[in-house]
Nanobody, 130 residues
């Protein structure tokens, strides 16, 4: 069974950095595109970034472009989200997810349709506050 586990969240001051990890168990992460999503209290879940199974193709929400970097280490079965220049509006629970289907190494996935993703981690809280 596909399982994803996020880690690396925490409390950070505005302008600070965090690196989130998404580790897979029970399957080979390298076969699938992975997306990072976030959900703030009272708001809908929104796409943050996604990466193809090869790691060559990436996509970012406009709100995080230039500040966040997604990457993956398929040998470690892990996807990362490096978050720099954090802002209070980045505060949310962050989730990684996959559709669990191998669409090919160049398929990067979508950020606009979280409901298309079938496998989710439990989330990790990121709080940006002074």
């Amino acid at each position: 069974q596909l399982q994803l586990v996020e880690s690396g969240g925490g409390l950070v001051q505005p302008g600070g950095s965090l690196r989130l990890s998404c580790a897979a168990s029970g399957f080979t992460l390298g076969y699938y595109a992975i997306g990072w999503f976030r959900q703030a209290p009272g708001k809908e879940r929104e796409g943050v970034s996604c990466i193809s199974s090869s790691g060559v193709r990436t996509n970012y929400a406009s709100s995080v472009k230039g500040r966040f970097t997604i990457s993956r280490d398929n040998a470690k079965n892990t996807v990362y989200l490096q978050m720099n220049s954090l802002k209070p509006e980045d505060t949310a629970v962050y989730y990684c997810a996959t559709k669990g289907i191998n669409y090919g190494s160049d398929y990067v996935g979508t950020l606009e349709s979280p409901h298309e993703y079938d496998y989710w981690g439990q989330g990790t809280q990121v709080t940006v506050s002074s």
